[in-house]
């Protein structure tokens, strides 16, 4: 690793440790010509999600995309930002282990009324209702019923 104060392209690793819950490893080296010290990050490289969208464009996998999706779905609803993140955080993960290259915005949707579900039903009727795009009452009565029959 060359030294970022002298450009020496060699140093020891003093230091080794887990960082982002484990995906990175903190390096502490020391530079072998000056003995100055600096960190390093070692993390997987991975390879860009492209989310196909309904109209058929292609775009990156943005997880805050879908935190901001779900921040509208409960709004004034007694659901934590901690709960959103750790929601928007399983989602990412699933998307990320699938190894697929792309994902469709309905199965990232999927992912979300899964998510929201569990946390809140009133969020999740909220969000249904935009992106399942209920045409009328009927439609909406339908995804309410269903709800309430696995609850029992």
């Given at each position: 690793?060359?030294?970022?104060?002298?450009?020496?392209?060699?140093?020891?690793?003093?230091?080794?440790?887990?960082?982002?819950?484990?995906?990175?490893?903190?390096?502490?080296?020391?530079?072998?010509?000056?003995?100055?010290?600096?960190?390093?990050?070692?993390?997987?490289?991975?390879?860009?999600?492209?989310?196909?969208?309904?109209?058929?464009?292609?775009?990156?996998?943005?997880?805050?995309?879908?935190?901001?999706?779900?921040?509208?779905?409960?709004?004034?609803?007694?659901?934590?930002?901690?709960?959103?993140?750790?929601?928007?955080?399983?989602?990412?993960?699933?998307?990320?282990?699938?190894?697929?290259?792309?994902?469709?915005?309905?199965?990232?949707?999927?992912?979300?009324?899964?998510?929201?579900?569990?946390?809140?039903?009133?969020?999740?009727?909220?969000?249904?209702?935009?992106?399942?795009?209920?045409?009328?009452?009927?439609?909406?009565?339908i995804e309410l019923e269903e709800i309430i029959k696995n609850?029992?």
């Open positions: 690793m060359k030294c970022p104060h002298c450009g020496y392209g060699d140093s020891k690793v003093l230091d080794s440790r887990p960082t982002d819950e484990g995906n990175a490893i903190r390096r502490r080296r020391e530079c072998n010509k000056c003995k100055n010290r600096f960190t390093t990050y070692e993390k997987i490289e991975e390879t860009p999600i492209m989310v196909i969208k309904k109209d058929g464009t292609r775009e990156t996998f943005d997880v805050s995309k879908i935190i901001k999706g779900m921040i509208k779905s409960v709004e004034k609803r007694p659901v934590s930002v901690e709960d959103i993140e750790k929601a928007a955080w399983n989602i990412e993960r699933e998307v990320n282990s699938s190894f697929k290259g792309e994902i469709t915005s309905n199965e990232i949707g999927d992912l979300v009324m899964r998510e929201l579900k569990d946390l809140d039903e009133v969020s999740y009727i909220r969000f249904a209702s935009v992106y399942r795009q209920f045409k009328d009452v009927e439609s909406f009565f609850r029992k």
